[in-house]
């Protein structure tokens, strides 16, 4: 399975998140971007699941997903489904 994205490092510093992603760094202002992980504990925060592929990260105790391309401001396009028929 190709993965979408390498997330290598989520940690947060209060309302930030500190993300590497792809080799490079980002900051994420947790109060644009998800109001219920910025209103979370920080053990709640530091309770989560990168998908397989990549392609996001799951909260499960405030049952919040984001998309890694959402974060990060890219776009990936969707494969092409082949049909039988």
Known sequence: MDKAHDVQR?????TTMLLRVDGKEYRIDLTKES???ANAT???RENFEVSP???GIHWPEID??????????AEHSCPLVKTTG
């Open 10 to 14: 989520v940690t947060f510093l209060g």
């Open 35 to 37: 109001g219920r992980l």
């Open 42 to 44: 920080q053990e709640q």
């Open 53 to 55: 592929a990549g392609y």
């Open 64 to 73: 919040e997903d984001l998309s890694i391309d959402g974060l990060i401001g």
